[in-house]
């Protein structure tokens, strides 16, 4: 909780200030270009860096166990810093088919645009995955678990291949939390969060960060400055107050999301449960291995698929219905409108991503209160 903060700050705060200065000066132009050039520690413009976004980052860096880290001003835009940042044209891309939306918008639509091949492999296929690897591969983009089918995928067997060959590796860690894996001490170059998740907690702020190599770091940074999306000072502070209790949040859901996902697998009107805390989820052992939890992300399909669907996700109390996930309070919807809101019906079947399924973003509220709500939505069926 204490990572990062400085142990001296301005008039005795207990709390991280909230810097919201743009420029900041100097009284000599040596001084004001020692900064600049990173000769001395400084900041000179927000857009490159600032004090209480500069907390936010080392926290998160010490969380992860990286070298180094920096922060985007949303998930996507960390994602797409590193992407950008790291890849040129030619350059050979492998990764998995239900990844997040907005992901699998930049592999599909954008990269390809820059002349970058991505090949993007059955999820539940490792061998196919090192296959597509081995023919060669620049980068090594995985999700797990995955959004929203809560796939798992074998992470230090996938890295170590990508390193045999070669490719940097970056993990997507939004889902999992550090609270419960961390990709850097299985091999990861890279990793990636959306903050705006469960790192923040309370759905009232946007950000991203990316932690790791130091070298790498500083090329993803570079790309973010020159790019502009920076991390605004009041998202870093509601950031770094959220993550004061981020053990405790995650540790909730987890519990949580264990007990609901129990329910539905029993329920009649519930065809597939996705929760790596089940002994029936395929990634189960694989989950047991690599990560110390299994989170508040789950997932199910209904009998009668999306007009099923429709039906059920209304008559739901204790859920709000939003395109958001990760917070206290539960969060619930389609992937048509959250995690895959810019792909068509086909694209989603094309990824892997059925049309009756529900995500389910298990919040801490008394998980009787949620068993039942969900019991009395699903009569709606």
């Not at 639509?109 to 059955?122: A, H, K």
């Not at 990824?351 to 939505?377: C, F, K, M, N």
């Amino acid at each position: 909780m204490w990572a990062g903060e400085p142990q001296e700050s301005s008039h005795g705060a207990t709390q991280v200030p909230v810097v919201h200065s743009v420029g900041f000066g100097y009284e000599d132009v040596p001084s004001w270009q020692a900064a600049a050039t990173g000769e001395t520690t400084g900041h000179i413009y927000s857009r490159n860096t600032n004090p209480t976004v500069e907390v936010f980052e080392e926290k998160l860096r010490v969380l992860e166990g990286a070298e180094a880290a920096t922060s985007a001003a949303t998930g996507m835009a960390a994602i797409s810093a590193v992407l950008h940042g790291l890849l040129e044209p030619t350059n050979r891309v492998v990764s998995v088919k239900d990844t997040y939306g907005g992901t699998s918008v930049l592999f599909a639509e954008f990269l390809p645009r820059l002349g970058i091949e991505v090949d993007l492999v059955d999820t539940d296929d490792g061998d196919a995955i090192i296959d597509s690897i081995e023919r060669g591969c620049d980068l090594l983009y995985l999700e797990t678990p995955t959004n929203p089918t809560l796939k798992v995928l074998d992470l230090e067997r996938l890295i170590a291949a990508g390193k045999d060959h070669g490719a940097v590796t970056v993990v997507d860690n939004t889902f999992a939390t550090p609270v419960n894996q961390n990709p850097i001490a299985l091999g990861a170059d890279l990793v990636v969060h959306s903050a705006t998740k469960y790192l923040g907690g309370h759905g009232d702020a946007l950000g991203g960060v990316v932690a790791g190599r130091a070298d790498l770091i500083d090329t993803v940074y570079h790309y973010r400055e020159i790019n502009g999306a920076a991390m605004s000072p009041m998202a870093a502070y509601l950031l770094l107050r959220g993550m004061k209790t981020l053990f405790l949040r995650v540790e909730q859901q987890a519990s949580n999301a264990m007990t609901v996902a129990r329910f539905l697998e029993q329920h009649p009107k519930v065809t597939q449960v996705n929760y790596p805390g089940l002994p029936s989820h395929a990634g189960h052992e694989i989950a047991r291995r690599q990560m110390r939890g299994f989170g508040g992300m789950l997932s199910f399909s209904v009998e009668g698929g999306y007009d099923a669907v429709k039906r059920v996700i209304p008559q739901l109390q204790w859920a709000h219905r939003a395109a958001n996930l990760g917070a206290v309070e539960t969060t619930v919807g389609p992937p048509a409108t959250t995690s895959h809101v810019e792909c068509s019906a086909d694209e989603r079947a094309a990824l892997g991503i059925p049309e009756a399924l529900i995500r389910y973003s298990t919040g801490i509220e008394h998980v009787d209160d949620l068993v039942a709500d969900l019991d009395q939505a699903l009569e709606a069926i």
